[in-house]
């Protein structure tokens, strides 16, 4: 037999690596061989299809992707009439969802239970009902419901999933670059040391998913970092770890066995670090094993709604001495804000942008602005659902987009939308300002707006651009 896991996640500089773990773990623990990623990212998914010729697909989709996963789905059964699976974030946190147009759902780590339901197939050439309530971790459609099978354990200890093998990505994502967190030309990989964070932020569905932290040896992560380099010549890494920072003592370890292979002279690392932990000895050992930029999410300027966000476990307050102290120790300091939150008053926005405005005084490299949006299995979801937003089974899951500032999901109803919408255009605004660097692009009419609207804006706009014409 023969299996497409197929990504349908259009962002062409993220390669689909949850998928690669699967196709080496069926390889590495049945010697299944026959697995191809079929990637939206480097061709069309429909012809690569076609292409192989699967007796069995595997889809991966998070909420934001699942109409396409469902569209696609369709297509399969109506032109193809073979086995359709789905996996990933979706279906794991809200398996009731599951559609009539997918055969199966696997809920939770994926690795083991693909095993099983492969060896499954490949002993009948279906998936008998029958059998299907012996493995651990589906979801599957029995007499018009959606049933569920006995939950999967995870998989323990982590080292049992093999290092993924990049071979089943496509060589385009190891070609050179230019990389945004070193500012040069190089080949950018991404690696994940750990599954799992101990914080519960209202917001995210990531410790449902994985549901505690479980780490990789060091041994398993040097391993993999030098293969990176021998074999695909990659000098840019990305930590992809939901948290790096929590384990200190862990940290020190995999900083040293870093220095005696040499790995941190020949790799650039960034990864994600949380704001209440930072501290100078945290930061002395980033350094030392390679890491150039960090990574944070602020999400608000308002300790009201931080406190609300993140249950309590940051304050505005320790996102600017976080800011302050990696900048202090050299790192690039990219970050994220979260507008329209469930609570947030149009003053409290107002304390977003005083803190963007702060970051851009304190030499901050780049941050992002999204629209908060509810994702099943979290508060958010909980939010959304008790106002009629959305709901568990039929919805239109196109709405749930991180630019959706039209109809804001998570905003209350006393707060003006269009004043709403005003405040968040001038986030982006305030955010060109500060980290953009292509002034020169934008017409003199603009640059005299802003300078009239905002002399000091404007002030801070001729500066960078006589500091970047000085570089």
Request: glycine content about 6%; overall charge negative; hydrophobic content about 40%.
């Amino acid at each position: 037999m023969k299996l497409s896991l197929v990504n349908i996640l259009d962002v062409p500089e993220v390669p689909p690596m949850g998928l690669a773990y699967i196709a080496t773990y069926l390889r590495e623990y049945m010697g299944f061989e026959n697995t191809e990623i079929i990637d939206t990212n480097v061709e069309n998914v429909w012809n690569g299809i076609k292409r192989y010729k699967p007796d069995v697909i595997g889809i991966s989709s998070m909420t934001i992707t699942y109409s396409k996963a469902m569209e696609l789905a369709k297509r399969i059964k109506q032109e193809l009439d073979i086995p359709c699976l789905i996996g990933g974030p979706h279906i794991s946190t809200l398996p009731s969802s599951l559609s009539g147009d997918f055969d199966l759902g696997i809920v939770g780590e994926g690795e083991q239970t693909m095993l099983e339901l492969i060896q499954l197939y490949e002993k009948y050439g279906e998936f008998k009902k029958e059998n299907l309530k012996e493995i651990k971790g589906l979801a599957y459609h029995d007499n018009g419901k959606v049933s569920l099978t006995e939950k999967r354990d995870l998989i323990l200890p982590l080292d049992k999933i093999s290092i993924p093998d990049r071979v089943f990505l496509n060589p385009l994502y190891f070609r050179e670059k230019g990389i945004v967190f070193t500012d040069r030309i190089g080949r950018e990989a991404h690696v994940l040391t750990a599954r799992g964070c101990p914080y519960r932020c209202v917001f995210c569905s990531t410790s449902v998913l994985w549901q505690k932290v479980r780490y990789h040896s060091v041994e398993h992560i040097c391993s993999e970092v030098n293969e990176l380099i021998d074999k695909y010549k990659v000098n840019a890494i990305q930590i992809w770890d939901d948290i790096f920072t929590i384990n200190k003592k862990r940290l020190r370890e995999i900083a040293d066995a870093f220095k005696r292979e040499g790995i941190n002279e020949k790799v650039e690392f960034s990864c994600q670090p949380r704001a209440n932990l930072i501290d100078d000895e945290l930061c002395e050992i980033l350094k030392g094993m390679g890491v150039i930029a960090v990574s944070f999410g602020f999400e608000s300027g308002s300790d009201k709604i931080l406190n609300y966000l993140k249950a309590g476990s940051v304050t505005v307050e320790q996102n600017k001495t976080a800011i302050k102290t990696c900048k202090k120790h050299g790192f690039k300091v990219f970050g994220s804000f979260m507008f329209g939150n469930s609570g947030e008053t149009l003053e409290d926005v107002r304390q977003t942008l005083d803190l963007i405005d702060f970051m851009g005084d304190n030499d901050v490299d780049l941050v992002w602005a999204f629209i908060s949006t509810p994702f099943p299995a979290t508060e958010f979801w909980a939010v959304a659902k008790s106002r009629g937003k959305v709901n568990d089974e039929k919805m239109d899951w196109d709405i749930l987009s991180h630019s959706y500032v039209e109809n804001p999901l998570l905003l209350d109803d006393s707060v003006d939308k269009d004043e709403f919408k005003r405040l968040f255009e001038e986030a982006k605004q305030r955010i060109f300002v500060n980290f953009e660097m292509d002034y020169w692009n934008r017409p003199i009419s603009w640059m005299l707006k802003q300078g009239i609207a905002n002399p000091e804006r404007g002030f801070k706009i001729l500066l960078k651009i006589i500091k970047n014409c000085l570089r």
